[in-house]
């Protein structure tokens, strides 16, 4: 697939987008480890509708990084499929899936040590075939979005947790994605920056009208989302909505 070039999955969802498939979901979806000795996931099926806000959480082990992680590409099932506006997305996709429509938030940030901050905003639009002025214009942009336009040239070793999250945010939506997923954004944040970073989320969730999926111990964060999913050993045990009686 050449770069900047739009996965089949998108190409082909435009023949089924009429009938409203989810954005993305997983059906029958297990990931085990160790030659079954660890089983993360078991026969899960989840979907994701387009501007949906959801929340997943559960204990530490339960699987709800992992899930997140096959939502993302970045981890492959050990069985069933993940699709893409109901068309199965093939290992090929995933690199221009992500850089065209799924953006992703980890708590250690990830950041390229090496890259100031508007370097490592930028060296995600690689390969979209956007030029390099327009790359360095909208990375410094969407930093400014997010608060930082003071710190453009500052390597991650220079900024606080709460500055180096939010460049990460910016990084993620540099390429307009349709979902945002993220892994317990503010899992090492103090108080007062996750707090922040909870508004910046739900604040570009409004603004940019995309779905936004966060995996979170957060409590606070949680409380933010449409839809609560829980997760236990591996298996969803909830799945309420702001209007279910079960709403937590």
Known sequence: M????????????????????????????????????????????????????????????????TLLHILAGIDVPSGGAVSWKGVPVAPADWPALRRTAIGVVFQDFLLLPSLTAIENVEIAMSGTGRGRAERRARAAAFLARVGLSHRLRHLPSMLSGGERQRVAVARSVANDPEILLCDEPTGNLDSASAAAVVELLVELRRERGMALLVVTHDQSLAARAERLVSLRDGRIVADARRTDPTWA
């Open 2 to 65: 050449a770069p900047g070039s739009v996965p089949a999955a998108v190409q082909q969802a435009a023949e089924t987008a009429a009938e409203g498939p989810p954005l993305i979901a997983v059906h029958g979806v297990s990931r085990i480890y160790d030659g079954g000795a660890i089983v993360a996931l078991s026969d899960v099926d989840f979907e994701i509708g387009s501007g949906a806000f959801v929340a997943v959480t559960g204990p530490s082990g339960s699987g709800k990084s």
